[in-house]
């Protein structure tokens, strides 16, 4: 199963890539999956949109549109910033279409009180309208800058642990019943 990791955070000191390698060794624990990641740290996609992107556009386009449509289904890694989810991200959303289709997504949030589930509540909404099946288990830290040592270990990982298995079975259970539903019947969204 091929899993796209999206670091949904763009912002100067994020703490992102933090999380990013704690869910990272989950994916590469689980067996079932083969991720590719996207760090939106490394693209510079506009928020205005067009059907004719400028090369400048394309050339970022070219960054993370292959990754989309090759994967089988989704993990977002996002913050929240003023109780939502960064502009990079729905950038990164708007910009595609198909490539969300009939797969599913899961989600991993981070932040202070809120542990970033005000940002995957309204990510929700967003991939309904993409065409998308979002998982119902999520996994969030709140006050994240605490939960981590120096060295990038979470401190207490037994019950974030425990989610992430049981949010990585459910992506992985949609995943192949979207992927096989779509070689039986191509999805016409």
Request: charged fraction near 20%; hydrophobic fraction near 45%.
């Amino acid at each position: 199963m091929r899993v796209a990791v999206i670091i949904g955070s763009n912002r100067e000191g994020r703490f992102g890539p933090v999380v990013a390698e704690w869910l990272l060794a989950h994916v590469r624990d689980h067996g079932d999956l083969e991720s590719t990641v996207i760090d939106l740290a490394d693209t510079e996609l506009p928020t205005s949109l067009t059907s004719t992107p400028s090369p400048a556009v394309a050339a970022e386009l070219a960054k993370t549109s292959p990754a989309l449509a090759a994967a089988d289904a989704f993990l977002i890694l996002t913050p929240e910033y003023n109780h939502s989810f960064p502009a990079s991200l729905k950038s990164l959303i708007d910009w595609h279409f198909v490539e969300w289709q009939a797969k599913p997504v899961a989600f991993v949030s981070y932040g202070g009180i809120s542990g970033g589930l005000r940002a995957v509540e309204q990510l929700r909404p967003v991939f309904a309208e993409m065409h998308a099946v979002t998982v119902r288990d999520t996994v969030s830290f709140h006050n994240a800058h605490a939960l981590f040592d120096e060295h990038g270990r979470h401190r207490q990982p037994e019950a974030p642990d425990t989610a992430a298995e049981a949010m990585l079975d459910q992506l992985t259970w949609w995943g192949y019943a979207l992927r096989d539903a779509k070689e039986t019947r191509p999805y016409g969204g």
